[in-house]
C-alpha cells in the first residue's frame, strides 16, 4: 500500500501538533515553516549572558488553559511544563475596576449559552452586538467612570495586544474575553484574580524542540526557510511548491496566519472557494506591541526574600509617554538560577528612530518607575546584557502580532462553519480557527489536533491513535461546559466555577490527591486547587 502524505503549511504549535498525530497514525508528514525558525509565534530566541546563552521566549510563554488536549500533547511528547503563581502587580488603578468588563465578560457568556458547540454564530446576542463596536458601546454607558472604560482599553491592549478598539466588535470581544478567562482569571465587579500558570523552563522554544524532535523520531520532516509559494490541486493529489521544490502529496494542511493564506501570500489553483476568501480577508491583524526588550541581570533583586513567584506588571497606561518603552513587563527568571530576566513588550512607534542601545535604557528607566526605593531603581539601570527582538522583522510571512474579525465580516452563514471548512484536499489549522483560546497556545493545539482528525478521517488512515486524539477533543469540549455563577471555594477566600466534570477527569483528581496524600492538609488543598484551576 502506498503511504499517504500530508504537507503541513507552517511550523507553529498547531501545524506542529497536526505533524505529530498524523504521523503517529501512520500518515507521513512534512512541514514547511516560510521562516528561518521553527515555532511560529511561539518560539524562544538565545540571549547571550556571560559565558552563557540563555533561551528566552518572545512570542506565547503561559499555558494558561489547562483543558484535555494541552495535556495529552504535553504528556505525549513528555515535556510538561512547570507549574508557576505569578506575583500580578496591577499598577493601573483602572482594573481595579473592570465593571464594563464583567459586562463584556456576561455577553460572551450569554452568546456561548445560548448554542451548541461553540457555533456562536447562531447566537441571537452574538448578532444584536455584532455590528457594534467596543468604544461606541462604552460611549453609550454614560452613566460608568471613565475608569472602567479605561479598564477594558487596558485589558485589550495588555493582554490582547489590541491598540484600538473602534474596529473591535461587541461580540468578538466578550466571545474573546469569557474564552480567554473563563479558567483563568476570577472576574466581579470589584477584582480580577488569577489562577496558577504553567511555562517551560528555557522558555517555549524548549517545547517546540521537543515536539519537532519526536516529529522527525516518527519519520517526519520538519523544514524551515521554506515559503510556500503555490498550492495546486488535481484529481487525485495535490502539489505543494516552494522556490526550491514541488511536493506531491495527497492532503494539505494550511496552518498559517489566516491573511496570508489568500491575500498575496500563497496561490492557489484552482483558486479557494469564496467563503474561504471571505474568511481570509475578514481577519485584521494588529501589529503591536510586536517590540520585544529583554534585559539580563545579575540577580532577580525586584523578588521578594525567598520568594518563587515571578512578577508580572500591567502598567498605567495613562501615564504612557508615547516616546520610549512602555508596555506590559514579565519576569521570566527561572527557578533556581542566579541572574534576572526581565522583558517588556512595546509598541514599535514609541522608540522609532532609536538605537538598540537607547532602547535597552529606556527599558530600564520604564522598570525603574515600578520602584520607590532609589537603590532598586538602580539597579534596573544596571542589568547586564540585552536582546531586542521585533516581530515586524518576521514579515510578510508573520504579518502580525494578534488578529481579530472585523465587526460585520462574513465568516458564517447558513451553509456552515466556513473558519474551518476544508476546500478540497486543503485543510486549515492555525490558532485563530480555534474554537476556544484563539491566537493563544491552547487554541493553537486544540485546532491542530482537530484538523487532524479531519485529515485521517479523509484519508483513513490509522483510526486507534486518532481516535483518542478526537475522545480528548471532546473531553476538553465537555469540559469547558460550566453551571452557573459563582460558587465560594475555600482556597484562600477565592472564588472559581464549579466545573462538569466527566469520570476521567475525575479519576485524574483521584490519583493526584492519593499520591500526595500524607497528612499534609495544606499540600493537598494546594493541589486540588491547582487541579481545579
Given at each position: 500500500m502506498t503511504e499517504k502524505k500530508v504537507v503541513i503549511v507552517g511550523g507553529g504549535i498547531s501545524g506542529l501538533t497536526s505533524a505529530f498525530y498524523l504521523q503517529r497514525s501512520g500518515l507521513k508528514t512534512v512541514v514547511l515553516e516560510a521562516c528561518s525558525e521553527i515555532g511560529g509565534r511561539t518560539r524562544s530566541i538565545l540571549v547571550k549572558h556571560q559565558d552563557?546563552?540563555?533561551?528566552?521566549?518572545?512570542?506565547?510563554?503561559w499555558s494558561i488553559f489547562q483543558n484535555w488536549a494541552t495535556k495529552k500533547l504535553y504528556k505525549d511528547v513528555d515535556c510538561e511544563p512547570e507549574v508557576i503563581q505569578p506575583d500580578i502587580k496591577f499598577v493601573s488603578p483602572h482594573l481595579y475596576y473592570p465593571f464594563l468588563l464583567y459586562q463584556l465578560w456576561c455577553i460572551g457568556k450569554k452568546i456561548d449559552s445560548e448554542v451548541e458547540s461553540s457555533k456562536w454564530w447562531l447566537s441571537d446576542t452574538f448578532y444584536d452586538n455584532h455590528q457594534i463596536s467596543v468604544e461606541y458601546w462604552m460611549k453609550s454607558k454614560w452613566y460608568c467612570w471613565n475608569s472602567t472604560k479605561q479598564a477594558v482599553r487596558e485589558y485589550f491592549l495588555l493582554v490582547e495586544n489590541y491598540p484600538s478598539l473602534e474596529e473591535i466588535?461587541?461580540?468578538?470581544?466578550?466571545?474573546?474575553?469569557?474564552?480567554?478567562?473563563?479558567?483563568?482569571?476570577?472576574?466581579?465587579?470589584?477584582?480580577i484574580k488569577l489562577s496558577s500558570v504553567r511555562r517551560w523552563r528555557g522558555g517555549t522554544g524548549t517545547f517546540i524542540k521537543r515536539l519537532t524532535e519526536e516529529i522527525r523520531s516518527l519519520g517526519g520532516e520538519v523544514h524551515a526557510s521554506s515559503p510556500v509559494k503555490k498550492i495546486t490541486q488535481k484529481e487525485g493529489y495535490a502539489i505543494v511548491e516552494t522556490p526550491s521544490d514541488q511536493i506531491i502529496c495527497d492532503a494539505v494542511?494550511?496552518?498559517?496566519?489566516?491573511?496570508?493564506?489568500?491575500?498575496?501570500?500563497?496561490?492557489?489553483?484552482?483558486?479557494?472557494?469564496?467563503?474561504?476568501?471571505?474568511?481570509?480577508?475578514?481577519?485584521?491583524?494588529?501589529?503591536?506591541?510586536?517590540?520585544?526588550?529583554?534585559?539580563?541581570?545579575?540577580?532577580?533583586f525586584w523578588r521578594e526574600p525567598g520568594s518563587k513567584k515571578p512578577i508580572f506588571i500591567l502598567p498605567d497606561m495613562t501615564k504612557c509617554s508615547k516616546r520610549g518603552v512602555f508596555g506590559a513587563l514579565m519576569d521570566?527568571?527561572?527557578?533556581?538560577?542566579?541572574?534576572?530576566?526581565?522583558?517588556?513588550?512595546?509598541?514599535?512607534?514609541?522608540?522609532?528612530?532609536?538605537?538598540?542601545?537607547?532602547?535597552?535604557?529606556?527599558?530600564?528607566?520604564?522598570?525603574?518607575?515600578h520602584f520607590e526605593?532609589?537603590?532598586?531603581?538602580?539597579?534596573?539601570?544596571q542589568f547586564q546584557s540585552f536582546k531586542i527582538f521585533?516581530?515586524?522583522?518576521?514579515?510578510?510571512?508573520?504579518?502580525?502580532?494578534?488578529?481579530?474579525?472585523?465587526?460585520?465580516?462574513?465568516?458564517?452563514?447558513?451553509?456552515?462553519?466556513?473558519?474551518?471548512?476544508?476546500?478540497?484536499?486543503?485543510?486549515?489549522?492555525?490558532?485563530?480557527?480555534a474554537r476556544c483560546a484563539q491566537n493563544w497556545i491552547e487554541g493553537a493545539v486544540h485546532r491542530g489536533m482537530e484538523v487532524s482528525v479531519e485529515v485521517v478521517d479523509y484519508l483513513e488512515g490509522d483510526t486507534k491513535i486518532i481516535s483518542e486524539v478526537h475522545d480528548t477533543l471532546i473531553r476538553a469540549d465537555k469540559?469547558?461546559?460550566?453551571?452557573?455563577?459563582?460558587?465560594?471555594?475555600?482556597?484562600?477566600?477565592?472564588?472559581?466555577?464549579?466545573?462538569?466534570?466527566v469520570d476521567e477527569a475525575l479519576e485524574d483528581f483521584f490519583d493526584i490527591t492519593s499520591n500526595?496524600?500524607?497528612?499534609?492538609?495544606t499540600s493537598l488543598l494546594n493541589a486540588i486547587y491547582d487541579w481545579v484551576a
Open positions: 552563557e546563552e540563555l533561551s528566552v521566549s518572545i512570542g506565547g510563554t466588535s461587541v461580540s468578538w470581544a466578550a466571545l474573546l474575553l469569557y474564552e480567554r478567562t473563563r479558567d483563568v482569571f476570577n472576574i466581579s465587579g470589584d477584582t494542511i494550511v496552518a498559517t496566519a489566516m491573511n496570508t493564506c489568500a491575500i498575496g501570500g500563497i496561490k492557489y489553483e484552482p483558486t479557494l472557494p469564496e467563503h474561504s476568501v471571505n474568511v481570509c480577508q475578514s481577519i485584521k491583524g494588529t501589529q503591536d506591541p510586536a517590540l520585544n526588550v529583554i534585559l539580563i541581570f545579575d540577580r532577580p521570566l527568571t527561572e527557578e533556581g538560577k542566579d541572574y534576572g530576566i526581565i522583558r517588556i513588550l512595546s509598541r514599535n512607534a514609541f522608540v522609532e528612530g532609536m538605537s538598540e542601545e537607547e532602547i535597552a535604557k529606556s527599558a530600564a528607566e520604564f522598570f525603574s518607575q526605593d532609589e537603590e532598586d531603581k538602580k539597579r534596573c539601570k521585533d516581530w515586524m522583522s518576521q514579515m510578510p510571512y508573520i504579518p502580525a502580532v494578534t488578529f481579530h474579525f472585523a465587526i460585520g465580516s462574513l465568516v458564517k452563514d447558513s451553509t456552515g462553519d466556513h473558519i474551518r471548512k476544508p476546500a478540497g484536499r486543503i485543510f486549515f489549522g492555525g490558532s485563530e480557527r469540559k469547558r461546559s460550566k453551571t452557573e455563577g459563582f460558587i465560594p471555594s475555600l482556597f484562600g477566600g477565592k472564588n472559581f466555577f464549579m466545573e462538569d466534570i500526595i496524600w500524607n497528612n499534609n492538609q
